[in-house]
């Protein structure tokens, strides 16, 4: 049984906001185990992952970077 797995085991989400996924295969899984029937929404939230690392503030406008991850 996979972390993702025991952790979503026996929960009945109506909404997931899910910031902690990476990749598409990650959502999946997160997905896979969710009751299906009682979910409504599943909003995804990126990070500040998506920017170069940089010792100076970034805003909604910053030019974004790759992902190393």
């Known amino acids: ?7 979503l085991a026996h929960k009945h ?3 997931v906001f899910n910031m902690n996924a990476y990749t598409k295969d990650q959502v999946k899984s997160v ?3 969710i009751k299906h029937p009682n979910l ?3 909003i995804f939230c990126s990070t500040g992952a998506v ?3 940089m010792s100076k ?5 910053f ?4 992902n190393p991850y």
Do not use: C, F, L, P
């Not at 049984?1 to 952790?7: G, H, I, L, P, R």
């Open 1 to 7: 049984m996979s972390d993702v797995e025991k952790a």
């Open 40 to 42: 409504q929404h599943y």
């Open 63 to 66: 030019q974004r970077g790759k």
């Open 13 to 15: 989400s109506v909404v």
């Open 51 to 53: 920017y170069e690392e």
């Open 31 to 33: 997905i896979k185990y």
């Open 57 to 61: 503030k970034v805003n909604e406008t």
